[in-house]
């Protein structure tokens, strides 16, 4: 359904189809990811935005088939350049990854070995993959991914514990891009630095996107960043995908309640200001409820919201939302608003400090 776009004369590096990773749990399954559908393009930086606990890494690992026990894949298609890495062994899996596609991971920074040299860390990215090479050849790589990241090259010779955490992150870039993948799935990299370091890593990220044409899926919450950074947005909810638009469009006609809402806790783009959503999710994951995901959050909810699950549909160049009021507006309209939080006048006037206003998931009493 989504490639049909005048995005679908680009070529295509991923597609992810129907995606479907549960974690099993004692008290019944966490449906964590639940049938998504997007598709990166060749060159292009997709923004996976969405609270805490949405399914953002879970996807990133899905897609690198990298789900852990207790979770696991049940269902759907992760095509990288046409070929679906859900079927794959092992073996086959390990080929694609650093080649096909690479992962920054969430707290990448703590992930590199603490007693290995830089050097070392990166050339075995380099080998594992590609076999033994003459050192001086490998040096010249590895001293050209470190330039391209912009470290110093006497990070070349320096442990983990001797660089800042921003320098640690960019070595994290370095190894993504070490074997020049066309697509780098980076795991809220910014994040736990400070201000002005995370700058620095954006523009590190950045620059390799401009310089290297890779795709890139960026996960984050700062959505001042987001609007720096990437091509196009996916917003997330519940482990459902709620809206995707190309993110110029996302910032000025957000069309879901939740991307609204997520869009007016920032007060300025200019700002920056990390998102702060402190309600989190509002049901169980392992029970959701029928009808739409954002249900209980929504200040716009009616009846028709709380039994009919809404779509994800275009309304737009590019531009998607699983939302009744544009899918059904008759069925909306003539539908009994729920009792919620105190309901703003319009949509638009969506403000932060109505996300912190207590939601009664069970009141059913029209307001
Ligand atoms: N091992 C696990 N067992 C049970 N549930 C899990 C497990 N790992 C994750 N989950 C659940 O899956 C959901 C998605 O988690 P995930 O880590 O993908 O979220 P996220 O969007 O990356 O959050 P964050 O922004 O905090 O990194 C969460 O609700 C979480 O509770
Ligand atoms: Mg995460």
Redesign the pocket.
């Known amino acids: 359904m989504l490639s049909s776009l005048p995005n679908g004369s680009r070529p295509v590096v991923l597609d992810v189809q129907d995606l479907r990773?549960h974690?099993?749990?004692p008290r019944g399954d966490?449906i964590?990811?639940n049938g998504i559908s997007f598709q990166v393009y060749q060159g292009e930086t997709v923004g996976l935005v969405?609270?805490?606990?949405?399914?953002?890494?879970?996807?990133?690992?899905a897609i690198l088939r990298l789900v852990?026990?207790?979770?696991r894949i049940i269902g759907g298609r992760v095509l990288i350049e046409g070929t679906d890495l859900v079927p794959l062994t092992e073996k086959q899996l390990r080929e694609m990854r650093w080649n096909k596609l690479a992962l920054i991971p969430?707290g990448a920074m703590n992930s590199l070995n603490p007693v290995m040299r830089i050097k070392d860390q990166i050339g075995d990215a380099i080998t594992t993959h590609e076999g033994k090479q003459p050192r001086d050849v490998l040096k010249g790589r590895i001293l050209e991914l470190l330039n391209q990241v912009g470290l110093p090259a006497r990070v070349y010779n320096m442990y983990p514990h001797e660089l800042s955490g921003g320098m640690k992150q960019r070595v994290c870039v370095a190894m993504a891009i070490a074997l020049n993948p066309p697509l780098i799935i980076a795991?809220?990299p910014t994040s736990a630095l400070d201000v002005v370091v995370q700058r620095v890593v954006a523009q590190t990220l950045l620059d390799v996107k401009q310089r290297l044409g890779v795709s890139m899926i960026l996960?984050g919450?700062d959505m001042g960043l987001q609007a720096q950074l990437v091509d196009r947005i996916i917003v997330?909810y519940?482990?459902n995908i709620v809206e995707i638009a190309p993110v110029r469009e996302a910032f000025k006609n957000p069309l879901h309640p939740y991307t609204q809402l997520l869009i007016a806790s920032i007060p300025s783009i200019k700002e920056r200001k990390p998102l702060k959503v402190t309600e989190g999710?509002t049901h169980d994951?392992r029970n959701p409820p029928p009808g739409c995901v954002f249900q209980f959050r929504c200040p716009y909810a009616r009846e028709i919201c709380r039994s009919l699950r809404p779509q994800l549909k275009a309304y737009g160049v590019e531009h998607f939302t699983a939302c009744h009021i544009y899918e059904n507006p008759m069925l909306y309209e003539n539908s009994a608003p729920i009792a919620t939080a105190t309901r703003p006048a319009t949509p638009g006037a969506l403000y932060a400090s109505d996300l912190m206003k207590e939601v009664d998931p069970h009141a059913g009493a029209a307001a």
Not at 68 to 71: H, I, M, S, V, Y
Request: aromatic share 4%.
């Open positions: 990773v974690y099993a749990t966490v964590a990811v969405g609270e805490s606990g949405c399914g953002k890494t879970t996807t990133a690992m852990q026990p207790p979770g969430q795991d809220e996960i919450h997330m519940a482990g999710l994951l």
